[in-house]
């Protein structure tokens, strides 16, 4: 098992599949309401026989920023997405972020996998995917283009055969769940060992915690959780926004 430095820290390689998972908009309360109202089972015996925490969000607490940091291990100060726009000096225009071009540093998933660690980043949205496949050397594709991903661009092809399902509407919770069941078809393929999953936010945005749609939405995560224990991976998950960890041993 070997060390790789990224942005002046140390990151062992993974012993064994490990799985990290934003889950993007979640609140604590989501978590909360759902470990109380018996849905999330599989996150409640991650609370028990794993690690569970609260801590404070990466600020600003945006999608881009909190994507970033994750897969950097550092603040938008030194990465530089600080936002999910960004104001275009030369012509005064706020600018959506749709690709890599203003990262300042690399990801743990480039140096991990150019340390011969296979890594994917599956992403629902694509203008995330570019950002946070700077300069990695594996797989990486989108629910929202996965009809559209190629060996050549994305270091793999025919994504919906793989899944089992064409790609979903991209205003819909499926667009989340299609991210996780590709991650689990690429474990149990054992196409990557390090797999960074980032979800969006639309349910969040429209379903307060404990209504009929987020409970659907999170009894559906909580299911391919536990799929991804079964095939043996450790599971990390991180909240985008609002910030909560959960890892499984």
Known sequence: MADVSVNGRRYRTPERPTV???????????????????ILPTIAAFQKS????????????????????????VPPAVHGISGNYYLD??????????????????????ALADAGVAAAAVTAKDKLRLMLARGLKGIN???????????????????????G?????QYSGDLSLYVLDAGLRLLERK??????????????????PGTP?????????????????????VVGVVAGVFEFEVVSI
Do not use: W
């Open 50 to 73: 794993g690690f569970y925490a609260i801590a404070d969000s990466v600020v600003p607490s945006f999608t881009n920023p909190n994507n970033a940091s994750i897969v950097t291990g």
């Open 20 to 38: 990290v998972i934003c889950f993007d908009g979640c609140d604590p309360e989501y978590i909360r309401r759902g470990i109380a109202d018996g």
């Open 89 to 110: 000096r030369a012509t005064g225009e706020e600018r959506m972020i749709t690709d890599a071009s203003l990262m300042r540093c690399g990801t743990i998933l480039a």
């Open 191 to 208: 196409a990557a060992t390090l797999l960074y999953l980032s979800l969006s936010d639309f349910i969040q945005h429209a379903h307060a």
């Open 165 to 169: 399902r064409p790609k979903p509407d």
């Open 213 to 233: 749609e987020a409970n659907a939405f999170n009894r559906d995560v909580d299911t391919r959780l536990a799929a991804m224990g079964a095939a043996g991976a």
């Open 141 to 163: 594709f989108s629910s929202e283009h996965a009809d559209r991903a190629t060996e050549a661009a994305n270091g793999i092809g025919n994504v919906e055969a793989m899944v």
